[in-house]
């Protein structure tokens, strides 16, 4: 793969760079102003560095706006997450997806994590008309379940968890659609884990299943690789590693290539910084890229 760097030569170079990060930082031009009027090198060495991570071409902008859409939640950086936002309208995004992503984070984040940017998404789309439109298309309690099939959803589940006679029992006691969606995005890990908590307390752990897995993850708004590659950025943004390192596994397994999540390790370099990045996590993709059958980078 060819290096993908910009040089800065003078303004016409500065332009472009600006060009570039423009498109997910609406607000860099300001941002670069004033940065350039306290320390012109600094000022053009950061917006170099985002346009070249942001300018590669192994991401989408839907899947990086999506991807800083939950890191800036997760972090709480609420300027910069209304600016995503305004990003996501201009760049024509659907906004529903954008809207999902801000509720996914309530799982690693809390309930309250998602207030403020709520009111801030809430507010952007009203100023440009847009948030009748989304809400219009608004789920309805028990919309999804009704839609889902158990036996579509248990010809995906790996051929062990099949076997296994803990998912019929499992299911039997915590219903069928959080137990089942859980063993299609965590094969070979969900039995043990809801085992375990069963073991602990089983009413916390028909809750747990009912919220994270059925409620959350079973809307069906963005499909798995696009979710999951948003749980690595979220993950990334609070630093909680062993998180990290599963959903890396999963995204691929849900149809995610290794580069696409390699991308957003790279671009969140940018967003929230290197500490639990670089390069620790690039070890952990590349050990699981070589334990996964035919992956490569």
């Known amino acids: 793969m060819p290096i993908n760097t910009v040089n800065f030569d003078g303004e016409g170079s500065i332009e472009e760079m600006l060009s570039i990060v423009e498109r997910l930082q609406p607000g860099i031009r300001k941002r670069f102003e004033d940065r350039r009027q306290i320390d012109a090198a600094f000022a053009e060495a ?5 346009a070249r991570l942001f300018g590669r071409p192994t991401l ?25 936002i305004i990003a996501a309208c201009e760049q024509k995004l659907d906004l ?3 809207l999902e992503v801000i509720f996914q984070c309530s799982i690693y984040g809390g309930e309250s994590i998602v207030d403020e940017p709520l009111a801030i998404f809430t507010e952007e789309l009203k100023a440009r008309g847009l948030f009748d439109g989304v809400a219009a298309r608004s789920l309805h309690t028990g919309q999804r379940e009704s839609e889902r099939s158990l036996d579509a959803e248990r010809a995906t589940w790996h051929p062990e968890d099949s076997a296994d006679p803990r998912a019929d029992e499992l299911m039997a006691k ?36 009912d919220f994270g897995y ?14 999951l590659l948003c749980m690595v950025g979220n993950t990334l943004a609070i630093g909680e590693i062993v998180q990290t390192r599963h959903h890396m596994r999963t995204a691929m397994k849900q149809g995610a290539s290794p580069r696409e999540v390699l991308e957003v390790l790279f671009q969140s370099v940018v967003v929230v910084g290197h500490p639990n990045i670089v390069p620790e996590r690039f070890r952990d993709l590349v050990k699981i890229v070589e334990e996964e059958t035919g992956a490569s980078l």
């Open 214 to 227: 059925s409620d959350m993850y079973g809307r069906q708004i963005l499909d798995h690789r696009t979710r």
């Open 174 to 209: 915590y219903g069928w659609p959080g137990i089942s969606i859980a063993l299609v995005l965590r094969p070979r890990h969900t039995l043990n884990n809801a085992t375990f908590i069963g073991g602990l307390d089983e009413g916390f752990a028909e809750a747990f299943y």
């Open 46 to 50: 950061s917006l170099r560095y985002a």
């Open 60 to 84: 989408d902008i839907r899947t990086r706006l999506l991807v800083m859409t939950g890191q800036f939640t997760m972090s709480r950086r609420h300027a910069r997450l209304r600016e995503t």
């Open 96 to 98: 529903r997806e954008v």
